[in-house]
C-alpha cells in the first residue's frame, strides 16, 4: 500500500504472487472479493504496473516480481520528483522564528533533510541508537570532507570527530553550518516533539553548550 496500492488491490497482488497466472474469477473465489471488484482492481494493477494480462483462451493476469515492481516505482517516482522540483516554485528558507516539529516521522525527515544541506560542518548530540539510521547520510558528508562532529556513546564514524559520553537515550541535537538547529526527544512515536530554528540567539546558545560539554569530556579524559 505504501507503494501506491488500495488495499484491495494489495490483497489481490498479493494472491497473484501466491497463486501463479489466474483468472478474475480464481482471484475471486480466492479472496472472496466480488468478481466485479477484482476485475476493477485487476485493472488498476495493470496500470500500475504491478501485473500483466495474457491472452489464452480465458483472459489470465500474472504478478510482476514483487523486487521489480517496488524497483520500477521508485524509478517512476524519482522522475515525477524531477519533473515536479522543475516546476515548482522555489520557496525562500527564513531564519527567523522558531518551528514545533511533531511526531517522529516529521522529525525524521527533517533530520535528513538537514543532512542532505550541510555544506560546510555538523555538530551532532545523539545516541548511537539514533544515529545508526542516518549512517549513510553521516558517511556521505564525512566523504564529502565536510566537517562533523558527534558527541554520542557507542556512535563511531572513521573521519569524524567522535566525543564518547553518556547522553540521554532520546535526546537529539543537530547544528548545521552554524545556522540552523534542531533540538528535542524523540522515542518514535506520533508524540515526539522538536524545535527546529535559524534564530542566531538560539543556534549561539547550542553551539556554546555543545563547546561546554566537548570541554568537559576532554577534561575528563572521556
Same mark, same amino acid.
Given at each position: ?30 479472496? $472472496? ?8 482492481? #485487476?485493472?488498476? &494493477? +495493470? %496500470?500500475?504496473?504491478?501485473?500483466? @494480462? ?73 545516541? $548511537? ?8 547520510? #553521516?558517511?556521505? &558528508? +564525512? %566523504?564529502?570532507?565536510?566537517?562533523? @562532529? ?73
Amino acid at each position: 500500500m505504501a507503494f501506491g496500492l488500495s488495499r484491495q488491490e494489495a490483497v489481490i497482488y498479493v494472491e497473484l504472487i501466491k497463486l501463479g497466472d489466474s483468472t478474475g474469477y480464481e482471484i475471486s473465489k480466492v479472496t $472472496g472479493i466480488s468478481r466485479s471488484n477484482v476485475y476493477s482492481s #485487476l485493472s488498476e &494493477l +495493470v %496500470n500500475k504496473g504491478a501485473c500483466y @494480462v495474457k491472452q489464452e483462451e480465458a483472459l489470465k493476469y500474472t504478478a510482476v516480481q514483487p523486487e521489480g515492481f517496488l524497483d520500477n516505482t521508485i524509478e517512476d517516482l524519482k522522475k515525477k520528483k524531477t519533473e515536479i522540483l522543475k516546476k515548482i516554485p522555489s520557496r525562500i528558507e527564513s531564519s527567523e522564528g522558531y518551528i514545533t516539529i511533531k511526531g517522529f516521522r516529521n522529525i525524521r525527515n527533517k533530520i535528513f533533510t538537514m543532512l542532505e544541506k550541510v555544506e560546510k560542518r555538523l555538530y551532532v548530540m545523539a545516541s $548511537g541508537n539514533i544515529l545508526k539510521e542516518y549512517d549513510e547520510k #553521516l558517511k556521505l &558528508l +564525512v %566523504n564529502e570532507k565536510k566537517k562533523v @562532529v558527534i558527541i554520542s556513546d557507542t556512535y563511531e564514524l572513521k573521519g569524524a570527530v567522535i566525543y564518547k559520553t553518556q547522553v540521554n537515550e532520546n535526546q537529539i541535537r543537530f547544528i548545521t553550518d552554524s545556522a540552523y538547529v534542531l533540538t528535542g526527544g524523540i522515542s518514535g512515536t506520533d508524540e515526539d516533539n522538536c524545535l527546529y530554528s535559524g534564530q542566531s540567539h538560539l543556534v549561539d546558545i547550542m553551539k556554546e553548550s555543545l563547546k561546554n560539554k566537548i570541554t568537559l569530556i576532554e577534561q575528563k579524559g572521556e
